[in-house]
Nanobody, 125 residues
Framework: QLQLVESGGGLVQPGGSLRLSCAAP????????IAWFRQAPGKEREGVSC????????DYTDSVKGRFTISRDNAKNTVYLQMNSLKPEDTAVYYC??????????????????WGKGTLITVSS
């Protein structure tokens, strides 16, 4: 089974930056499109960003466009989410997820095959 491990969460001030990492300890991520989701308290899970297996295609939800950047480093078997200009509305548990396809799913798709346990990002002054 593909196991995903997120890291990089924490407390940051509004306008600050964080970089999340998604790594797999036993399997290569190169085969999978990798997506980031988030769930704020009392709200439904939503897709944030996705990157194709090749890294050639990326997508973002409208609320983070221009602020977040997804990337991957095959040598490190890691996918990153660079988050800049963070807002209090970005506060949520962020999850890394994968499905057994190389291309990103359409917007709104949340039925991914593999999930990390999540990492908490709190944006507050």
């Amino acid at each position: 089974q593909l196991q995903l491990v997120e890291s990089g969460g924490g407390l940051v001030q509004p306008g600050g930056s964080l970089r999340l990492s998604c790594a797999a300890p036993r399997f290569p991520l190169v085969y999978y499109a990798i997506a980031w989701f988030r769930q704020a308290p009392g709200k439904e899970r939503e897709g944030v960003s996705c990157i194709s297996a090749s890294g050639g295609t990326t997508d973002y939800t409208d609320s983070v466009k221009g602020r977040f950047t997804i990337s991957r480093d095959n040598a490190k078997n890691t996918v990153y989410l660079q988050m800049n200009s963070l807002k209090p509305e970005d506060t949520a548990v962020y999850y890394c997820a994968a499905e057994g396809y190389s291309s990103c799913p359409p917007p709104g798709y949340v039925d991914m095959d593999y999930w990390g346990k999540g990492t908490l990002i709190t944006v507050s002054s």
